[in-house]
């Protein structure tokens, strides 16, 4: 599967933005679909997940109830609205997929293995 991430762009403190995440291939429906992002000198972190088939949604706390993931299988597309956005959500956002990833494995990076290319979200205070 080819993933495509886009949406990011600048906002202001305070702000809202909604990213997508468009596959391509099939099958689309047994992939766990994640969020991560790396903000410029830190590693990468985990921000979200949807799991495959029930859409069980998993969340890093530092967006817990701000951001919120969702999935339309009908259009391959995985969306993450990001509200209440802060300068230190300023990061490049990638989405990744695996294949009926397991629920202990989630907010590990290396068990994807497909992966978009990034998208820059810039948060200005």
């Known amino acids: 599967v080819q993933l495509q991430a886009f949406g990011g762009g600048l906002v202001q403190a305070g702000g809202s933005r909604r990213l997508s995440c468009s596959a391509s291939?099939?099958?689309?429906?047994?992939?766990?679909v994640a969020w991560f992002r790396q903000a410029p000198g830190k590693e990468r972190e985990f921000v979200s997940a949807?799991?495959?088939?029930?859409?069980?949604?998993y969340y890093g706390d530092s967006v817990k109830g701000r951001f919120t993931i969702s999935r339309d299988n009908a259009k391959n597309t995985v969306y993450l609205q990001m509200n209440s956005l802060q300068p230190e959500d300023t990061a490049v956002y990638y989405c990744?997929?695996?294949?009926?990833?397991?629920?202990?494995?989630?907010?590990?990076?290396?068990?994807?293995?497909?992966w978009g290319q990034g998208t820059l979200v810039t948060v200005s205070s």
């Open positions: 291939g099939r099958a689309f429906n047994s992939y766990t």
């Open positions: 990744a997929a695996a294949s009926f990833l397991h629920d202990h494995h989630y907010r590990a990076e290396r068990y994807y293995n497909f």
């Open positions: 949807i799991k495959y088939g029930v859409g069980t949604t």
